[in-house]
């Protein structure tokens, strides 16, 4: 439940959790340093904020923002391709460089992201970050969806199992 207000009074209705994360994770978006979309990531513990990110240029690189200049936008690159063209370090990414390691062990990552027209952008981790999560020992994933709403997802730290190969002849 969203928090109201109604003629400058409280309903008395408070966020969930993952609510009042996520929009945080909007807020920390804010300072994105990317032309094409803005995204911010939080991670969590115990309900405490562990760290936060926002997808921009690496310390020290030329921000697109400043440029006033996207690559991959100049070169017409759709979105998810090319990376390697980018300046940008995700927002997920950088959460995770800014925090302590022994505190991401079971806590939750919350993103959200914009598009540059303000829409919401899908929030679900690419496949990079979805491993740098896993690796961070991270148990959660709670992401805006573009279409869903908030969505959640358990279990991250478990890799994706491959099917296992069928004997030889057993076909």
Request: proline share 7%.
């Given at each position: 439940?969203m928090t109201?207000?109604?003629?400058?009074?409280w309903?008395?209705?408070?966020?969930?959790?993952?609510?009042?994360?996520?929009e945080?994770?909007?807020v920390v978006?804010s300072?994105?340093?990317c032309?094409r979309?803005?995204y911010?990531?939080?991670?969590?513990?115990?309900?405490v904020?562990?760290?936060?990110?926002?997808n921009?240029?690496?310390?020290g690189?030329?921000n697109?923002?400043?440029?006033?200049?996207?690559?991959?936008?100049?070169?017409?690159?759709?979105?998810?391709?090319?990376?390697?063209l980018?300046?940008?370090?995700?927002a997920e990414?950088?959460?995770i460089?800014?925090?302590?390691?022994?505190?991401?062990k079971?806590?939750?990552?919350?993103?959200?992201?914009f598009?540059?027209?303000?829409?919401?952008?899908?929030?679900?981790?690419?496949?990079?970050?979805e491993?740098?999560i896993?690796?961070?020992?991270?148990?959660?994933?709670v992401y805006l969806s573009r279409?869903?709403?908030?969505?959640?997802v358990?279990?991250?730290?478990?890799?994706?199992?491959a099917?296992?190969?069928s004997?030889?002849?057993?076909q």
């Open positions: 439940m109201r207000r109604d003629n400058g009074k309903t008395g209705m408070r966020p969930s959790w993952d609510e009042y994360f996520v945080i994770a909007k978006s300072r994105s340093t032309l979309r803005r911010g990531a939080v991670i969590v513990k115990d309900h904020i562990v760290s936060t990110g926002y921009g240029a690496a310390r690189s030329a697109c923002i400043d440029r006033g200049i996207c690559r991959r936008q100049e070169l017409n690159v759709p979105a998810g391709e090319r990376y390697e980018c300046e940008a370090v995700h990414q950088n959460a460089i800014n925090g302590p390691p022994e505190r991401m079971d806590a939750t990552i919350y993103i959200a992201g598009e540059e027209d303000d829409t919401t952008a899908e929030g679900k981790p690419c496949l990079l970050c491993r740098m896993r690796n961070a020992r991270i148990r959660k994933v279409r869903r709403g908030i969505v959640s358990e279990g991250v730290q478990e890799p994706r199992q099917p296992e190969p004997p030889p002849g057993s």
